[in-house]
Structures are given as C-alpha cells and as structure tokens.
C-alpha cells in the first residue's frame, strides 16, 4: 500500500514510522513532513503543506494512494475528508461535519448536552452585554472558551472577577482570537486529574488506543501558560479498567451513536479530553477530531498491532479477526522545546548529538525540524520529543531523559516532571 500522512510534527513522525513498519506498506509519504520523516525508512517527505487540499488531492491522485492519514485538525475543520472521499480516495479523518466537535466549542457543548453526555455546566454567548452579566455571578475560578480554533491557547481559567470580564471582552470583540472569539463558551471550573482516551471509529464502531496522560503546562510542577503539551507517558494508572468502561459507556459510545443520530458518521481517531473528578466521575473538557500530540508518540511506541491493518479492518466493517494489542512495557515522551514557547521563539538554530547512538528502546520523534545542507535546525516551537519504552514508567522516564542528555540546541527547554502524577511524586 501508498500511504499519505498530513502534517509535519512529532505526531505525524510517530504515524508515519509506524506505518512504515506494516508488511502491507510499500511506501509512506509525509506532507510536508519534518527533518525526522525525511531520514525515516521507505519514507519520503513531499512539499505540500497540510492546509493545501487541492494539492494534497492532486498528489493523492498521481501517486495512486491507497490510504491518507490526517495528523492535524486545520485540514479536516477545512474538510479535507470530505474532498478525498468525493474523489473516491480512502482517508482515515472526520469530515468536515464531524470535525466540528473540535472546531467549534459551543457546537460541541450544545451536543453534549442534547445526548447527555456529562461535561461541565455551561452557557454559551456571542453578546457581551449578556456575557458580562453572567460572568458577573459566575462561581471563581469561572472557564471562558473561544468556541472556534485558537492554536490550544483559546481556553482563560479567570482566577478573579476582573479577568474574566476582560478576557470575554477580548474574546467577543474578536481582538483575542479574531472570528474564532466571536462566540465563547463560559463554563463551570472541574476539579481532578486530566487523562486523555483515543479511539479509532468509523460510525459506531470503534477499537481503543491505551491510556494516556499529557502535561499541558508549559514548567515543571505544571506551572506557566497551558501548550500543545510538553511530554506524555502510557498507560495511565489513573485510568482503571473499571473507569476505561465507564468512559466508553457514558462518553464514547454515547458521542459515536449521538453523531450517528444526527446524520454525521464519524471515521477517523477521536480524542476525548476528561477530568476525572475527585469522586471518580469522567466529564469531557473537550473533544479532539484528531490523535493527541505528543500522545501519539508514546502510544504508538506501545502499539504491537499494524496500524495500517487496524484502520483498513475498521474502515471495511471487519473487525471480527482484529485485536489491538499492546507491549507490555510503559513508554514516556519528553519534548524538546525552543525558549519562549508557547509564545514567540527563534528559528533555525543548530540541533547537535542526533547522531549520537540511542539505547534499545528509545527513539527520538522530531517536530519542528528541518534539513539544509545536511544539517537539522529548530523550525518550531516543539523540536523533538524523545520517547521510551521501559519496563515501568520510572524505567522509561528514566531512559527517555537519559536519551536526550547528548541533544543541544540555543535555547532548549524542557520539563523534568515529566511522569509525575503516574509516579506519585511531588512535581518540580
Ligand atoms: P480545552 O482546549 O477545552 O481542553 O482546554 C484546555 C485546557 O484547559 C484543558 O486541557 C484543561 O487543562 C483546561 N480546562 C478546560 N476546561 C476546563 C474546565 N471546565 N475545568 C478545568 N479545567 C479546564
Ligand atoms: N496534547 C493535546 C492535544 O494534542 O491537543
């Protein structure tokens, strides 16, 4: 099989790795891909970027692809699904319909509540007047929301009166986020601990990834402005068997079935953001339409199973011979980040010690890189994100920070926490 994978981060270099590595896989391309895909076995990075659906649908085309894989969300809320599928091209994303669950926030509220699905209380507005009159009685901390794409810095925990009313103002008045602020979700503060569960469905159907966890500030001890998330581990000991079934009963099932109902077939990952409350109860802080970055790069480190032969049983309805099975070890992803992130921060600088060799075990995803003359630059604000299998978590956290120690660039910064909460050790 051909296969495109859309994007050009650590996420789509762990899709495109593991792709790679199906017997049923002749070769991978990656638009636009990073300096990590371009060196990756039988696969090749073309010059497309992930937004360009007709170039990416003329490419799908010329090079006879049999499968696309879609890594971020712009490309699908742009409906990138729908395009490939009306030119009878099999690929694995949302159509542009069902990619709403992430790409509008009161879109996604007003569902959860039409299906019961349990998240916190909350009221939508597009009027300032009225959204300062609520947030005037609003319980502290209050959640104010940009209900469209923000880049993952669209969501204000408002700690005092004041900045909540300014933060909706901002949002309203679309100086915050321009369009994507017109309208705001104002929600009720969830306490408990955040776990992240993915699945692959097509309709009602569905296989599920492991557990996993992401640490979504930017410092250690989880302190500075929320990220894209700076390290993830799995599984997650957080998540129990008994919760993982409550969490498909009372959250996934019912959105899969809940899309169904409303006309929409869901194909493609989906990824249920959940605070699990301090009495144990799973709500949704949000849904994804997408696999998480950087869980994606510790999960599929774990995932024993083809990939590529997961997604074709599920996109041609036989599942009956499929299992998704899992190593037994735990695996711990730490990213490498340029200084300044998640605000400004400079490009281009030299990465050194790529070449250095890595224990069995440990693989270094790349993200924002790119190639010239031989040498890697930083191209992002998320560089790399070295990720290891180990017997445990410790073992692997331990061999992922052991990984990175030759890797240098200006201005690296990362996280030393990573893994604390599934080790029951104090952050910082
Ligand atoms: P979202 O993009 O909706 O997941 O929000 C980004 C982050 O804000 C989440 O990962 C949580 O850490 C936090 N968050 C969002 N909604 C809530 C909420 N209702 N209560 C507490 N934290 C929240
Ligand atoms: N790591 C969180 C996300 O991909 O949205």
Redesign the pocket.
């Known amino acids: 099989m051909r296969i495109l994978v859309i994007g050009g981060g650590g996420r789509e270099h762990a899709l495109a790795w593991k792709a790679a590595q199906s017997p049923r896989v002749e070769c991978v391309y990656v638009a636009p891909g990073n300096a990590g895909t371009a060196c990756e076995t039988r696969c090749e990075n073309i010059p497309v970027g992930a937004a360009d659906i007709p170039n990416l649908l003329a490419f799908a085309r010329e090079h006879h692809i049999d499968l696309t894989l879609v890594g971020p969300e712009a490309p699908l809320a742009e409906g990138i699904a729908d395009a490939f599928a009306a030119a009878g091209l099999a690929c694995f994303g949302p159509s542009r319909a069902a990619a709403r669950i992430e790409a509008s926030?009161a879109y996604a509220k007003r569902f959860c509540e039409r299906h019961g699905i349990p998240s916190?209380r909350a009221r939508c507005f597009t009027d300032p007047a009225a959204a300062r009159a609520a947030l005037l009685r609003w319980k502290l901390p209050v959640?104010i929301?940009a209900d469209g794409l923000a880049a993952?810095k669209?969501?204000v925990?408002a700690e005092t009166r004041e900045q909540a009313l300014a933060t909706a103002d901002a949002m309203l008045s679309g100086q915050a986020f321009g369009a994507a602020g017109r309208e705001i979700v104002v929600?009720?503060?969830?306490p408990g601990d955040?776990v992240s569960y993915i699945v692959l469905a097509h309709g009602k159907t569905y296989l599920c990834l492991a557990t996993s966890q992401d640490h979504?500030r930017v410092g250690d001890g989880d302190t500075g402005p929320?990220t894209g998330g700076m390290g993830a581990y799995s599984p997650a000991p957080l998540i129990t068997s008994t919760l993982a079934q409550r969490i498909e009963a009372e959250i996934i099932q019912p959105t899969l079935a809940g899309l169904a109902a409303e006309g929409i077939t869901y194909s493609g990952f989906l990824y249920a953001?959940i605070?699990v409350g301090p009495r144990g109860t799973p709500r949704v802080?949000?849904f994804n339409c997408r696999l998480g970055d950087p869980e994606t790069q510790p999960l599929l480190m774990r995932l024993d199973s083809d990939l590529i032969e997961l997604v074709t049983a599920l996109l041609h309805g036989n599942l009956e011979d499929t299992a998704v099975t899992w190593k037994p070890q735990a695996a711990v992803g730490v990213v490498l980040a340029s200084a300044g992130y998640p605000g400004d921060y400079k490009k281009g600088r030299a990465i050194t010690g790529l070449e250095t060799p890595l224990p069995e075990g440990v693989k270094i995803f790349h993200a924002g890189t790119t190639l010239q003359g031989g040498k890697v630059l930083t191209a992002g604000g998320r560089v790399l994100c070295v990720t290891a299998l180990g017997k445990d978590i410790a073992t692997a956290r331990n061999k992922a920070y052991a990984g990175l120690q030759p890797i240098h660039f200006d201005g690296i910064q990362y996280r030393h926490d990573i893994a604390h909460r599934a080790l029951n050790e104090k952050p910082g």
């Open positions: 926030k916190a959640v929301k993952g669209g969501v925990i929600e009720d503060h969830l955040e979504k929320n953001g605070m802080l949000e």
